[in-house]
């Protein structure tokens, strides 16, 4: 158990590695440096903006020190925005976009999971079709389609909920509907068909003959087995959150770290770029880190290490 | 009980032959998997909506009378259905969203715009002169008066000049859209292709070659699948530059994961039968053995991630485009497209409609025929 945690520990750093290696050459690879423009730079000014980010050195001292700040939690200071550093732009967008995106992991899983179990349970009828129409739209409709539907119909024409911004509560809605939709339809459809087939195993039945409770024979062996694959999948989920966020945060004007990104890409920020892309890495690793020990919990049966 | 013939308790004449005979017709696994596909509804629409759609992409814009480059700033954000109205003769009809009368043909061909005589600008009212009558627009409360008392219109009439309108750049919204599946749908069918390739080609030879090899080809697939790929695409499209080849380029050198993972797990199961020993005790080479008998048999699996993974490569190229990394102006995706319509939704929402309505019946079509494939591949499901 734990030879298996720390072996998981160890993939994650040196994932970690390879991702801060991969994104510091690709972004050396870049064509220009970080302060070509249309404009004319004094060569002066150039030389000592080089000389300030250390651009000078050779390619190996400049990834040396980079990976050393990543060690140190340093991300280095952003290119275009003076006087900010990349740790200060992600402190600036964090709250925003932690908070629109753990309100749309709860309604994945708050609303994804009963709504699969109200499908199951009245297999092939109206309620099961019902949850299967509405699913099978979200999972085809893009975000960014419904965020604007949404932004049309419930801001501009209802005028229910602000079009922009967080200052007011009811701005959570549309960004965190938007978010969470494909998943919520994509975690039904998966509760769905995963409990449907555990309502099917014979466990189910024996619990059925014992003269179990309708409600106990669902919650403690037909739910508790068919969270498995559903747990599996939340990795994923946050994954695609946080990306889904670029374009989410965009629409609704979020000041969040989805729309630094976008605006560091659009500006060719190249520090602010590795390091945004760095901190997600961080996060979706942890993340993931602790969904593989949630299996721990959940299924008593998975013995991690014992496989080597 | 007493109401049953006595006949009826005989005992059945049993024939031998007649339980040997085989009563439906024997089927090759393909056959069968043919006519399940086929009895699949939502799957064989979805096919016919694919078909379709590449048909559409490949002939229409030939048989467009407009481009999907040419601006025309005099006929912006034309919609596709109007209210008519008439005076003098004139018909024309009021595009509200940016205060001009156009002028209809009777076949509701857009001829031109119409001339105000006089501006108000203090008033917000726009005077326009048809022989002697008298038509006042008034831009604030967007309603129309001839000489005093409200023009009533005269019916809707489709645009027969540009079916789906024109975008605010005055660009016909069909042409475009016609375009923009062509650049959607090459992405999507050359990056799943690329992706193909390199997955089958990763997942073939690690599990074939097996040991040592598989292991650490199978960490590194591990470690690339933690890493959030959109990210890398976003990379890659910073390192690449905007434009069509980077976008296929980027969106297929990042997702074969998945199918390297299934195809290893095929061939794995797969290089222990019989018939691989067989032809490995006839002298065929490790190249000859994969791509002749080990890769012919993962074809069910390979096809249904192939069909999911088109969708997917849409919907990554969309969203690129709508956060402005994708193909470059004047070149349309629906990712873009909807992006564009998205800048004019507060007065012309309707023009979010086609390219909307585009990507998502793609997406809908692919995932039908994708779940309907499975289905149909998975032999457990025979009936």
Redesign the interface.
């Given at each position: 158990m734990t030879g298996y945690v720390l072996q998981r520990l160890g993939l994650m750093l040196i994932t970690l590695w390879a991702i801060v290696t991969l994104t510091f050459f690709l972004m050396h690879a870049v064509p220009g440096g970080p302060f070509t423009s249309e404009k004319m730079m004094q060569p002066e000014i150039q030389a000592a903006l080089n000389a300030k980010y250390h651009l000078d050195d050779p390619l190996w001292l400049q990834y040396a020190n980079y990976l050393k700040g990543v060690v140190t939690l340093d991300l280095g200071p952003s290119f275009k925005y003076a006087g900010m550093s990349v740790n200060q732009i992600i402190a600036e967008g964090l709250p925003v976009t932690a908070r629109v995106g753990v309100l749309a992991l709860i309604c994945v899983i708050a609303l994804g999971v009963p709504l699969g179990v109200i499908a199951a349970l009245n297999r092939n009828r109206w309620p099961d079709t019902l949850v299967m129409v509405i699913a099978t739209v979200g999972v085809a409709v893009p975000s960014y389609v419904i965020a604007t539907i949404a932004l049309y119909v419930f801001a501009l024409r209802l005028g229910w909920v602000p079009t922009f911004g967080l200052d007011d509560w009811r701005g959570y809605f549309l960004p965190v509907f938007a978010l969470s939709g494909f998943w919520i339809s994509f975690i039904a459809r998966l509760s769905r068909s995963s409990l449907l087939e555990t309502l099917d195993q014979d466990y189910m039945t024996t619990a059925k003959a014992k003269g179990l409770k309708r409600g106990q024979i669902l919650f403690k062996h037909g739910l508790r087995n068919s969270l498995i694959p559903i747990v599996t999948v939340l990795g994923p989920v946050t994954a695609n959150l946080l990306t889904g966020s670029f374009v989410i945060e965009q629409i609704f004007a979020l000041p969040g770290i989805g729309r630094h990104f976008v605006l560091s890409i659009t500006n060719r920020d190249y520090t602010a770029i590795m390091g945004i892309t760095i901190f997600y890495a961080a996060v979706l690793m942890v993340m993931i880190f602790i969904v593989d020990m949630l299996y721990l919990v959940i299924d008593p049966r998975i013995k991690y290490g014992a496989r080597k | 009980m007493s109401d049953i013939a006595p006949e009826m308790w005989e005992p059945v004449a049993r024939d031998a032959a007649q339980a040997e005979y085989i009563a439906a017709p024997s089927l090759t696994y393909w056959q069968d998997v043919r006519q399940r596909l086929w009895k699949n509804r939502p799957a064989m629409i979805g096919l016919g909506f694919i078909i379709v759609l590449v048909l559409a992409a490949i002939f229409g814009p030939l048989f467009s009378p407009h481009n999907y480059y040419d601006q025309n700033l005099k006929f912006a954000n034309i919609p596709p259905l109007f209210q008519t109205y008439e005076v003098d003769g004139t018909r024309f009809f009021f595009n509200s969203g940016n205060f001009n009368l156009y002028e209809v043909t009777p076949e509701g061909h857009v001829e031109g715009l119409l001339r105000s005589t006089k501006k108000d600008l203090i008033k917000k009212q726009q005077q326009f002169k048809f022989g002697d009558k008298l038509v006042m627009m008034d831009t604030a409360k967007q309603t129309l008066t001839l000489d005093g008392a409200p023009l009533e219109p005269t019916g809707w009439q489709w645009n027969r000049s540009n079916l789906f309108g024109t975008d605010q750049l005055g660009r016909d919204v069909l042409a475009r859209q016609l375009y923009g599946a062509r650049i959607s749908l090459t992405v999507a069918f050359v990056a799943t292709l690329v992706n193909f390739f390199i997955g089958v080609f990763y997942g073939g030879i690690s599990g074939y070659l097996g040991g040592r090899v598989d292991m650490v080809m199978m960490r590194i697939v591990?470690?690339i699948s933690?890493?959030?790929l959109?990210?890398?695409v976003?990379?890659?499209m910073?390192?690449l530059n905007s434009g069509f080849f980077s976008v296929v380029l980027a969106i297929g050198t990042v997702y074969w994961v998945d199918m390297a993972r299934i195809v290893r797990g095929q061939i794995l199961t797969l290089k222990e039968q019989d018939y691989v020993a067989a032809a490995r005790a006839m002298g065929a080479s490790t190249g000859r053995i994969l791509t002749r008998h080990l890769l012919p048999n993962t074809i069910g699996p390979i096809l249904v991630t192939l069909t999911m993974l088109i969708p997917s490569a849409i919907?990554i190229e969309?969203?690129m485009s709508?956060?402005?990394?994708g193909v470059t102006p004047p070149q349309a995706s629906w990712g873009t497209l909807?992006?564009e319509?998205?800048e004019t939704?507060?007065a012309y929402?309707y023009q979010?409609f086609f390219p909307?309505a585009a990507?998502?019946?793609t997406?809908?079509a692919f995932?039908f025929l994708g779940d309907g494939l499975r289905d149909a591949l998975d032999p457990r499901l025979r009936k």
């Open positions: - | 591990e470690i933690t890493i959030p959109t990210l890398y976003i990379l890659m910073v390192v919907f969309s969203f709508f956060i402005g990394l909807t992006s319509a998205v939704l507060r929402p979010l909307a990507i998502s019946l997406m809908f995932n």
